[in-house]
């Protein structure tokens, strides 16, 4: 008895022992490796999935990514020219009273008669006071389809907006889409104040607007604020939702942005149907794996009717940490990255054949922003100092960026001009604006005649005095940026300006900018045509306490801009971003330091004609239309540097 | 006696549960300002107004329109039905099913852990006892010396490395498809294994350190005692004296730290799960405290203390149970 | 009993500091635990002389991700350049700083409270035991990464958070302590006398108790150093520093492990093995001093129990033992909640 126990308690240790060594041996089957079917797999580098795909949602992380792929917006904003391309709607114009199309004889907008023809006045109910808009007219693709076989009609769009404005139904959820400038207002206990989207069964005929019998189910009528871009949110970021499944389900009682909502909206969360290139395959998704499979409804197709999209099913593979999700690629468990990298890690793909690296141009811009206009209870003499726009230009010239572009992004940036619009942008990009070019050396020199008008006195490290106080400023980042600091100390110091790192609190509460406790601080800026109109006013005309960067305050530029935003000559707006830059760009409150290129990976060995799309990771819709699958039947066999694992006897797996 | 003891065990279990509940509670709502700030999703691009509105539709969401002893009573009242509240993530889910998908991961890790250590553990440390002051002994000595010094997630980024990156015998970091394709087959079951396998064995060395040196002490302890000295004197060979008198009567102190390992099963591989990118309770909420998910972060946190509370309740009771000679309630 | 002649016995083998200190030397093993800390605590002092490189210097482009050499002993970080020795060097700052003012503080909270709970006994008695238990009962690491979420990531919250969750172990011993002290004859003489409470406290209760927290604060010490690493590693520390556990951290998200960087990822590690090795070592070596009759090579087998905050007990139970030479008194509190170690 005591000896069999003995016996027991060893073979027990020699089991588990042998059951460690023995899946040692029997290396995990990676289903990549042997799937031949047309399935890319993606890895995603996010903390969790979505569990919930209703668009107004989901607005972090991948779930925007998703939904814009199961869900259509109305057109697709084309960055180039500022013009819309086609989506679930095909034309649309601006009409006047009566609903006749302001069109030049060429079929564009004609700009000059929207002024004059287009504008209307109409009392706003909540505030009481008289307000200029426009009317649009949309007219839906007769091909779209929700991926249940529905039409997308007119009565989609209209309850889509309808919702999105009824916070007594939708429970702010609308507010999270971008309908602020749709004049369809509704009271907070859901009676609908004022009418602002119009169809066929919607009043269209009481306004005079006319739809003809046989488009009863594609036109849409809407009345928006009289500014140009209150399209472009309206078309480009409301992803519409399909009427004759939301409606018998979204209640007062059952909100559409509930915490609890019921069986039924769970439902609709977890399977939605939607009009995009992809449906999503509910039962092969979980929290770690998203399946979606190609929409063959799909209204978009060829010319040769074949499907746009050549992929036929995406597996999304979450993964929590870059480096897994590189090592994963690298191993072939993927065969591509929906997340950009850094560039250190180029030197680890290089000499790799069997992977596409994709290094594409950047969409935001790293800037050095001052605060120039602290509140009155955190004024210093120093900050006082910044508002000097002597300084902030001579701490401008003294940055070399071309240096900063090598050193400290690895070469992988590029440079922005002091306006902040992209070059690349040929035809809005003013070059004038590029003011912080030229010799650096040359530059220093003129950096410290400036700031000898300021502050001659130095010390004996040759930093500069104020009232005997070495000038020294804080510069507000998160700890990704402690390098990009450190060589900003390094230049400024040749002008005899002492900066440091000042760490940002882990939420915009604790952070000192809040309360605009800071000298200076790093800003990501996204400045693009779709969005100038907002994001200039954003940034350099707002007070708010929430976009507290430090507040300047310029009148000129202030009226200058909100001209911009309320012209409705589109000629007149992109005029008007042209003169702003130099403007801008000369009152040194946004320095441009670098724009970071995107890099992110791809493997080769499953499919090939990958093309590096400006402002994108390789992951993006382009590629999902131009990629093809390589037709080979060694596709499971192992890649190069699997080759030297099998080490271990084979299992009784293949 | 006993039974008054077990009463008096449970109820002030219960005591140290509503003590660790209401703390919970009130963590999240220290400090100054409005609590619900924290709720608040970022401002981003949205104006002013939508801003105003969303922070208030998420005051009413999360229940801070109301009285804090409302918010309290609501909580406790939500305890109740096993609701935890409800993640800040899209989607919004519950905690408790976000914990309920990750909990049995986590569980694979340290229950095999456990085991392991355990297994080998005990009969290391008996081995070590009975040769005492031999090689055996001082390989344990060394081992511990050293596995005390060193960090568990040091060991276990070294076994990523030499046995996952440059060897290639394990994944070197967990496949999350495991997960996604998981379905009892048995070459799934294989699969978790393998993926397992460096996780479970740089957690198991410090476990089987551990378990070696309490067994060790321990049955040293007793085999100084009479009744195995006059064991001996009898003349009974020595594995019968190991087996009858030793390793029963040793093995009774080991239900402690047993009990310990089990009320840290969930919540102790915190830093391992890291290392391997394992998908468990540990990622799950270290996910929670990088996006400030404080729902998440506090409804794991009560989960962990009340499974900590239970493990200690039933470690005691269970003490009672396997040793009579315990006198109740007595303390230094 | 006899068991408490012998804890007085130790309670008062006083002895100057620095006879204590000779007595540690002249243990072989002491003296080597006395040399590595002795020898870390320069480096940490000496940092900016013995620092080849600047470790905050992120702008060396040219050197990322070099091997070790001459010019580089430990090679450099793959993502920013920097001299990882340098960083080395420094980080023994930041842990022998967190570890040593951690355990000091902790020694003193846990010494404070031990004595008030063992010597004022009643209602402070069974509140501080009370708060004992639930501390003991909550699982520590969670607990401090919410503390550090709310209160902010610096090491003057970590030390904070480490000292009021780690004080109950020692608390625990003094009373324990104090509860025999308590009866003692100078302690009733001084009683009679008509000596307040708090100076019986402080001038006859306290110094009684200084061994125990001196061989428990080094034990600490060693413990919370580890602490930090894990803490640092997790990304909970100051952001600003540099720390062993950090650079652990920044070696894996940096792509150590994928570049094949062993000397990022190694160097930290020894740097922690070290330290703690070391202070581990004195507060071994210092058991034996207190405690003649233990024997050497057991210490380290005592030092499972320690971490379950069950080794000072066990202390006491060996010296019952040995002074007793009767039946073992069995140490029969099941309160498993004891057996819980320090974070």
């Not at chain 1, 519409?240 to 389900?249: G, N």
């Amino acid at each position: 008895m005591p000896r069999a126990r003995g016996i027991t308690i060893a073979c027990l240790v020699l089991l588990t022992g042998a059951a460690l060594l023995q899946t040692g041996c029997q290396k995990t089957e990676y289903l990549r490796r042997t799937d031949s079917t047309n399935t890319l797999y993606v890895g995603v580098v996010e903390s969790s999935f979505p569990v919930a795909f209703m668009p107004w949602l989901s607005r972090d992380g991948i779930a925007p990514t998703i939904a814009s792929m199961l869900y259509s917006t109305l057109f697709s904003y084309d960055d180039e020219t500022g013009g819309f391309l086609p989506g679930l709607a095909r034309d649309w114009c601006y009409v006047d009273a009566q609903g006749a199309p302001i069109v030049t004889e060429s079929g564009g907008i004609d700009y000059a008669r929207v002024e004059t023809e287009g504008v209307k006045v109409l009392r706003n109910p909540q505030t009481g006071k008289n307000e200029r808009y426009l009317t649009v007219r949309i007219e839906l693709d007769p091909h779209a389809r929700w991926s249940d076989g529905h039409p997308v009609t007119a009565e989609d769009v209209y309850y889509t907006f309808d919702i999105a404005r009824n916070n007594y139904l939708s429970n702010h959820a609308g507010a999270l889409a971008w309908t602020a400038d749709l004049l369809h207002l509704y009271s907070n206990t859901g009676q609908l104040q004022l009418q602002g989207v119009f169809t066929y069964n919607h009043g269209a005929a009481d306004l005079g607007y006319p739809i003809a019998e046989a488009e009863r189910d594609l036109v849409v009528y809407v009345h928006v604020r009289g500014v140009l871009g209150a399209v472009t949110s309206l078309f480009t970021t409301i992803l519409i939702l399909p009427h004759h499944l939301w409606e018998p389900v979204v209640s007062r009682q059952n909100q559409l942005n509930s915490r609890s909502p019921d069986a039924h909206m769970q439902h609709l969360y977890q399977n939605p149907v939607g009009s995009g290139p992809y449906v999503l395959d509910a039962a092969a998704s979980g929290p770690s794996q998203i399946v979606l499979r190609r929409n063959e409804l799909y209204h978009q197709t060829r010319e040769d009717s074949s499907p746009l999209y050549t992929v036929e099913t995406l597996r999304l593979v979450l993964y929590q940490e870059i480096n897994v999700a590189i090592y994963a690629v690298m191993q072939g468990h993927i065969d591509m990255l929906s997340a950009g990298l850094s560039p250190n890690y180029v030197k680890l793909f290089e000499g790799r054949d069997d992977l596409f690296l994709s290094i594409a141009e950047g969409v935001f811009t790293q800037t050095l922003v001052f605060n120039v206009n602290p509140v009155a209870s955190e004024q210093t003499p120093l900050r006082r100092l910044l508002s000097d726009a002597r300084v902030r230009r001579a701490i401008a010239l003294a940055i070399d960026t071309d240096m900063l572009i090598r050193l400290v992004a690895n070469g992988a940036a590029t440079r922005m001009s002091a306006g902040l619009i992209a070059e690349s942008l040929t035809d809005f990009c003013n070059p004038s604006a590029d003011i912080l070019h030229g010799e650096h050396a040359a530059r220093l020199e003129e950096a410290n005649d400036l700031l000898d008008q300021v502050a001659p006195q130095r010390d004996a490290q040759g930093y500069r005095l104020l009232e005997g106080e070495r000038v020294t400023f804080n510069v507000l980042g998160h700890p990704g940026e402690m390098e990009l600091v450190a060589f900003l100390e390094i230049q400024l110091q040749k002008i005899g300006i002492k900066i440091r790192y000042q760490a940002k609190g882990n939420s915009p509460e604790t952070t000192h900018l809040w309360t605009s406790r800071f000298d200076m601080t790093l800003h990501g800026v996204i400045f693009s045509l779709a969005n100038v109109d907002i994001m200039l006013n954003a940034h350099f005309v707002a007070l708010g306490r929430t976009s507290n960067y430090g507040r300047l305050i310029e009148p000129e530029l202030a009226a200058a801009i909100e001209e911009m935003r309320s012209t409705l000559n589109l000629h007149r707006k992109f005029a008007l971003l042209y003169d702003l830059q130099p403007v801008i760009a000369g009152l040194f409150y946004k320095v441009p330091l670098y724009t970071p290129q995107i890099i992110s990976i791809a493997r080769t060995d499953r499919y090939t004609g990958y093309e590096v799309v400006p402002g994108e990771v390789v992951f993006n819709s382009t590629n999902l239309q131009r990629i093809q699958r390589v037709e080979s039947p060694g596709d499971a066999e192992p890649s190069a540097d699997d080759g030297a694992v099998s080490r271990c006897e084979p299992g009784e797996r293949q | 006696m006993k039974r008054s003891y077990v009463i008096k065990r449970v109820l002030y279990a219960l005591f140290i549960f509503v003590v660790v509940l209401t703390l919970n509670f009130f963590i999240p709502r220290l400090g100054v300002g409005d609590p619900a700030e924290r709720y608040y999703p970022p401002k981003g691009a949205m104006s002013d107004i939508e801003y105003e509105i969303i922070k208030q539709f998420t005051r009413e969401q999360y229940g801070f329109d109301v009285s804090t002893f409302q918010q309290y009573i609501r909580y406790v009242q939500g305890l109740f039905r096993f609701d935890l509240g409800t993640s800040l993530r899209s989607g919004s889910p519950k905690v408790v099913e976000l914990i309920g998908k990750r909990l049995p991961w986590t569980l694979v890790l340290s229950v095999t852990t456990l085991l392991i250590s355990l297994v080998i553990g005990l009969s290391f440390g008996t081995l070590a006892a009975w040769k005492r002051g031999r090689w055996q002994d001082s390989v344990l000595l060394n081992a511990s010396t050293i596995s005390v010094a060193l960090p568990g997630f040091f060991i276990a980024l070294m076994m990523s490395f030499y046995l996952g990156f440059e060897l290639e015998l394990f994944p070197a970091y967990t496949n999350p498809n495991m997960v996604a394709d998981f379905d009892w087959s048995k070459e799934a079951i294989m699969v978790v294994l393998n993926n397992a396998a460096l996780p479970i064995m740089s957690m198991a060395l410090g476990g089987i350190v551990g378990y070696s040196q309490s067994t060790r002490n321990s049955v040293i302890a007793v085999t100084n005692e009479d009744f195995v000295i006059t064991a001996r004197a009898k003349g009974l060979s020595e594995t019968t004296v190991l087996y009858k008198h030793v390793l029963r009567n040793a093995l009774l102190p080991l239900t402690t730290s047993i009990g310990m390992s089990v009320s840290g099963l969930i919540g102790g591989a915190i830093i391992i799960e890291q290392v391997f990118n394992w998908q468990g309770m540990g990622t799950l909420f270290l996910e929670a405290n990088s996006t400030n998910d404080y729902p998440l972060m506090m409804g794991i946190m009560l989960f962990l203390s009340a499974f900590a509370i239970l493990a200690n309740l039933v470690t005691e009771l269970f003490y009672v149970v396997l040793d009579p000679r315990v006198t109740v309630g007595e303390k230094r | 009993m006899t068991g408490r002649n012998v804890l007085l016995q130790v309670a008062q083998r006083g002895g100057s500091f620095l006879g204590f200190v000779r007595k540690l030397w002249q243990h072989p093993k002491g003296r080597v635990g006395l040399i590595m800390a002795g020898f870390l605590v320069l480096v940490a002092v000496l940092a900016p002389v013995l620092a080849p490189y600047d470790p905050y210097d992120v702008t060396q482009r040219a050197a990322k991700g070099l091997r070790p050499s001459w010019a580089h002993p430990l090679g450099t970080t793959i993502t920013t350049g920097q001299d990882i020795l340098s960083m080395l060097i420094y980080g023994a700052r930041v842990s022998l700083m967190i570890g040593i003012g951690t355990g000091i503080a902790l020694a003193a909270l846990g010494a404070l409270l031990g004595v008030m709970a063992g010597y004022m006994g009643g209602l402070v008695d069974s509140l501080i035991m009370r708060i004992v238990d639930i501390l003991l009962v909550i699982p520590t690491l969670p607990l401090i990464i919410v503390l550090t979420n709310f209160l902010g990531r610096s090491y003057f919250v970590i030390v904070l958070v480490f000292v009021l969750f780690g004080w109950t172990g020692l608390a625990r011993v003094i009373r324990s302590l104090v509860l025999v002290l308590k009866n003692s004859n100078y302690v009733k003489a001084a009683e009679l006398a008509g000596a307040s409470r708090w100076h019986i406290m402080t001038k006859h209760i306290l110094p009684g108790t200084s061994h125990l927290i001196i061989m428990n604060t080094t034990l600490t010490c060693a413990g919370i150093m580890v602490a930090e690493a894990g803490l640092s590693f997790l990304g909970l520390g100051d952001p600003t520093a540099i720390s062993w556990g950090k650079m652990l951290a920044e070696a894996q998200s940096g792509g150590a492990l994928l570049f094949g960087a062993w000397w990022w990822i190694i160097a930290p590690g020894l740097g922690i093995f070290l330290s703690v090795f070391a202070f581990m070592r004195i507060g071994l070596v210092m058991e034996e001093v207190f405690n003649p009759r233990m024997k050497a090579s057991s210490s380290i087998h005592k030092l499972f129990k320690h971490l379950n905050n069950k080794y000072l007990d066990e202390v006491f139970q060996s010296m019952d033992d040995e002074a007793a030479c009767g039946p073992p008194e069995r140490l029969d509190e099941i309160d498993a909640s004891q057996a819980r170690g320090l974070p």
